[in-house]
């Protein structure tokens, strides 16, 4: 029996998957009869009852057939043993399924990364023990109809800490009605581009942009092209019915968009009654002047929906971010998310409720900050002092990522190659790129030292060297 069932199972399920096994590879064959109840107990050395359990599963599946006062039989069914040469049947792909599974992030890192990717924090600098206090806390408290499928939206008690905590820390009042909780950026592309883009729409980004954007709006069948310079320009028979824009800080670039480029985008959003998507993905992380606000707050005619995540500033396995709609769109969004499933645990939420009232989260932030600050430092110094003269090399205004500029002429995805060679893994600029021909890295720092900044340096020059 316990050659066809896993050793960890009881034993009325050991001998009933052993038995349906027995069917289904014609070891047992139709009409053949199984012993009585009481004769198996017997042979098998288990309970009687044990027995009776297994034999009423398999009846309820229809494995087998019993009848009072005769032995249970095996039921008539479909020859299940594969036949010599037969292939698996070949599921087809619908034309949309080709587009969102083909590999949209090709060139870009995935699995395993080292010190040097970009957009990543280091996790060692999460309180790990305080966390645990606020999700041990939260596990162990009932929330009534709240454990069940209510607050799908995102539970009151986190859209109210986060609604507090964008307006002291980002300048931003909203309602706690206008807040979703969603497990990451991605899901909040696209529920939102799903509620506003068609196949075939368009899509504005900055050039060049963050890759996971691109390739869901790819994957979701848009258009995507360039935020031109002179939005003026920018008329056509089919406008962009979607923005997507990284105002505080420029994903790769690192720069801060100008307040008279904000209100461009917004009137020309207001004009053409376009969507903006605000991600400010590393808001919390200013190295540069003070702190903006977000797009979000100079909004008048309800065009920008705000979105924010724990994936910077504590870790991304946390799975948690928070989506911010104008009020025009509350009912829409809410309906939408609750039915493409886009809700996060709720141990989580009400653990991240607590980690933001208790202050653990400002605590945590302002101390990451300035760390990541003396590591940018610590690698835009290493890079300067060792390749300032055959690259550009400048300090970000914000985020965890230095991106360097190379000369046009130079292949910057052959380098990259070289570095990943050598297991360092950054990306190549012009994989980021929808039209533009930049050419340079982008790298995080997040993890940086002066020991692997200055190898880095080293590398990149080596490669340069190797490549001229």
Known sequence: MQKFAPS????????????????TEAILQAQDELPSTRRA????????????????????EGVIETRRGARPRVCDLPDLQPKRGQRQTAIALSKRGKILSDDHRKGYITG?????????PDPSLFSLDNWAVCLRRAARHSRGPRDLYDEFQGLSILRKALALHLKRARGVSVSPEQVFILPCTQSALALMSELVTDPGDRVMMEDPCYAGGKALFHAQGLETTPLCDDLTTAASPNLAKLIYVTPSTQYPMGTRMKLARRLDI?????ANNALIFEDDYDGDFVWRGADVPPLFSLDKASTVALLGT???????????????????????????????????????????????????????????ARVYQERMICLTDA?????????YVSRPDGGLQVTVKFDDHVDDLAVKDELWARGIHVLALSTLCI????????????????????????AIRDALGKLS
């Open 8 to 23: 960890h199972v009881g034993k009325a399920t050991a001998l009933r998957l052993a038995i349906r096994r027995g069917v």
């Open 41 to 60: 107990a017997a042979a098998l050395q288990m309970a009687r009852n044990s027995v009776i359990e297994a034999y009423e599963g398999l009846q309820a």
């Open 112 to 120: 395993n990364v080292d010190a040097f990717a970009p957009g990543l």
């Open 266 to 270: 917004l009137a020309f959003a207001e």
């Open 310 to 368: 724990a994936s910077k500033s504590l870790i991304p396995a946390m799975r948690l971010g928070w989506l911010i709609v104008p009020p025009n769109l509350v009912d829409p969004v809410r309906r939408a998310h609750r039915t493409l499933g886009f809700g996060v645990n709720a141990h989580v939420q009400a653990a991240m409720a607590e980690f933001i009232t208790s202050g653990h989260f400002a605590r945590h932030v302002r101390t990451a």
């Open 383 to 391: 890079l300067h002092d060792s390749l300032g003269d055959e690259m």
């Open 435 to 458: 039209q533009s021909h930049a050419r340079g890295l982008v790298m995080g720092f997040s993890r940086a030292n002066p020991k692997t900044s200055q190898h880095l340096a080293r």
